[in-house]
């Protein structure tokens, strides 16, 4: 049971992913059209709608602890699939979006483009796969 005062976190948290999803799409966009200063924006924008994600994840979670899945059977299955390779990617993805910021700000184009080509995809990933596993936990088999 999640107490009041943080029941609001889980919808935050997962808005946080959609919001920084949805702006990886339009920054991708921007550079493909040659914008690159729209490109910059959105992608400025994306790495803080993900720090406010991981700031509020990990107070959410240091104050009300680990939320167990309650879907069984091949449900069980499904949340694994997509809960494994979310968190592994979540955690390694951290260093991959600071470098590949750090190229792009700094100038170091070829370099930026380089990094970006893996960073960008396994991040959209995490995003989108946030997203879904906020609705496996808290819609689909609520917690009461």
Same mark, same amino acid.
């Given at each position: 049971?999640?107490?009041?005062?943080?029941?609001?976190?889980?919808?935050?948290?997962?808005?946080?992913?959609?919001?920084?999803?949805?702006?990886?799409?339009?920054?991708?966009?921007?550079?493909?059209?040659?914008?690159?200063?729209?490109?910059?924006?959105?992608?400025?924008?994306?790495?803080?709608?993900?720090?406010?994600?991981?700031?509020?994840?990990?107070?959410?979670?240091?104050?009300? &602890?680990?939320?167990?899945?309650? &879907?069984?059977?091949?449900?069980?299955?499904?949340?694994?699939?997509?809960?494994?390779?979310?968190?592994?990617?979540?955690?390694?993805?951290?260093?991959?979006?600071?470098?590949?910021?750090?190229?792009?700000?700094?100038?170091?184009?070829?370099?930026?483009?380089?990094?970006?080509?893996?960073?960008?995809?396994?991040?959209?990933?995490?995003?989108?796969? &946030?997203?879904?596993?906020?609705?496996?936990?808290?819609?689909?088999?609520?917690?009461?």
């Amino acid at each position: 049971m999640i107490p009041e005062q943080y029941a609001f976190f889980p919808a935050l948290i997962a808005s946080l992913n959609g919001i920084s999803a949805v702006l990886l799409l339009i920054g991708r966009y921007m550079i493909a059209r040659g914008r690159m200063a729209a490109h910059r924006t959105c992608m400025v924008a994306a790495v803080v709608a993900s720090a406010l994600f991981l700031a509020c994840y990990v107070y959410f979670h240091v104050h009300v &602890g680990d939320i167990r899945f309650l &879907g069984q059977g091949v449900w069980h299955t499904i949340y694994l699939v997509v809960l494994i390779p979310h968190v592994t990617l979540a955690i390694v993805i951290v260093p991959m979006v600071i470098i590949t910021l750090s190229r792009g700000l700094r100038g170091r184009y070829d370099r930026h483009r380089a990094i970006a080509r893996w960073t960008w995809p396994l991040w959209m990933y995490v995003s989108v796969t &946030g997203v879904l596993v906020y609705f496996m936990l808290y819609q689909w088999f609520p917690h009461s």
